[in-house]
């Protein structure tokens, strides 16, 4: 039986797009986007799915595989954290946070059935369990200069800081200063989107979401890019998804390696696209100093709100500081590097 919160999207004209699970759209996916780069929007975030983790060895079981200190989460937290191959390359990205005594992990749709068949494995003797529980919630992204009007529309409180969680039947996570992501049970989706919409907010789709990723500087690991990346060449310790003093964890000595002994040759960064079909992720990069040799590779991609496509993009520092790198072939379309809210060096 079909989820009645899909079925809802389905009556509103939400329509499910061709290729990444779970992408939705209202119809005009640049047209969200402006929405969401100039006003308030509600976002379905069903690109994006829940594990739940319970039972009484929680969280030392997740602190012994994740990249980050899981046991000095507290319970109004949540953080950004990795699941990591032995040789350091980012199999999923999370955020974490905690609910009463078990632990909900938020991640990409395409990759959940695999991600919680790995980590299950680890789960042996350990007073764990582990179960998808996407079809119990809707996940709903508030975003935008009013979300916290929105959100007393219906009757729910903004956190009070960033990456800290609400705790109640809903929960709202403050994911940075002005977006929050709602968990939200199926019964109860339908009346409070209605609710967040009576204060102006748009509905917009996951474009709209990825957009508002890129722009935060926010990488999210799919199918496409599954086992490319450490985590620095993510960025992801400058957003706080690494803790360098925890013990050892799948894929540890590479990424503390990375850190104080290596020089890092790739970094994260933000570009526009002035081409007319988006990039697919996983997409190659090139520069004249490494000739036919990819020099980096997409990661993710969304519609800019008047023309072209934003990106973030995986690539060599060197080929970055040089300024001129193509997609798709060395003489392909030229990257336009924008900034990020925090200082990559």
Known sequence: MQSP???????????????????????????????AASGTVIVPLTHTGLIRAEGEDTAVFLHNLLSNDIKKLPLHGAQYTSFNSAKGRMLANFTLWRDNSSYLLQVSTDLLASIHKKLSMFVMRSKVRLSDVTPDFALIGVAGADAATALDAAGLSLPPEVLTVSQGTVQAIRIDADRIVLVVPVAQAANVWQKLSTRGARPAGTAAWRWLDIQAGAPQITAATQDEFVAQMLNFELIGGVNFQKGCYPGQEIVARTQYLGKLKKRMYRAHLDVGAAPAPGSDLFAAEFGEQSCGKVLCVAPAPQAGFDILAVLQIASFENGQVHLGAPDGPLLSFGTLPYTVS
Do not use: K
């Open 5 to 35: 919160w899909l079925v809802f999207l389905d009556e509103i004209g939400g329509r499910f797009e061709e290729g990444p699970a779970g992408t939705v759209s209202f119809g005009d996916e640049r047209a969200e986007v402006a929405s």
